[in-house]
């Protein structure tokens, strides 16, 4: 059984939070597929060409169909042409999206922190507030807890921690209700609200 480290109001370690055993039985599938399905959703799909039907010019023919002992063509606006259409190129109407259900979304998210908690990298607090506001005391925290890189999650998002956290490249802070598994595999190490994380596990 895995455990999420508890950590005082200084981040020290004070204990440790037991994760349900049934963690341990969700497969790395589900992460995969999620995974998956989620950077396929936020694909741009720009990529466009214009068929012969689409491109601006004359369609009359290039040259009399027979007597130069070429190819026959129909038209200036054909994909041998410059200028002409495109021939089997791509198109911005193609859907990418790929169905995952919500069960498999949830499993996918326990996967992601249990396996952070199975590596000792999944930390609990009672409150992620910073009262100041500051970058400063921002940075304290994560090089303390995260010195490479860290998602910190909490309850709900307030003012202080937005601007306290957002000049971090290397550490992000969202509300509860963002955290997905693909943000949680992510990133190194995370710091988590205990009531947050309490919420996840008992969540059926």
């Known amino acids: 059984m895995n455990s999420a480290i508890l950590l005082n109001p200084q981040f020290e370690k004070a204990g440790e939070f037991a994760l349900p055993e049934k963690f341990n039985e969700i497969g790395e599938q589900n992460l995969y597929l999620y995974a998956k399905s989620f950077l396929s959703s936020i694909r741009q799909n720009g990529a466009h060409t214009k ?6 010019g004359t369609d009359r023919k290039p040259f009399a169909q027979k007597g130069g002992g070429r190819a026959r063509q129909g038209s200036l606006k054909g994909p041998t042409f410059v200028g002409g259409g495109a021939a089997f190129g791509p198109k911005n109407n193609r859907n990418y999206q790929q169905k995952i259900n ?12 249990n396996k952070r908690a199975g590596e000792g990298a999944l930390f609990a607090i009672d409150s992620l507030e910073i009262e100041s506001g500051k970058t400063k005391d921002a940075v304290k925290i994560a090089k303390k807890i ?9 309850s709900s998002l307030s003012d202080k921690n937005y601007l306290a956290f957002r000049n971090l490249p290397e550490h992000y802070i969202i509300e509860l209700s963002e955290l997905n598994a693909y943000i949680a595999a992510s990133y190194r190490v995370i710091v988590i609200e205990r009531a947050a994380l309490e919420q996840i596990a008992k969540e059926d």
């Open 51 to 56: 068929t012969r039907a689409a491109v601006s």
């Open 102 to 113: 919500k069960k498999q979304k949830r499993l996918a998210l326990l996967y992601a922190l």
């Open 146 to 154: 995260a010195p490479r890189d860290g998602l910190f999650v909490a």
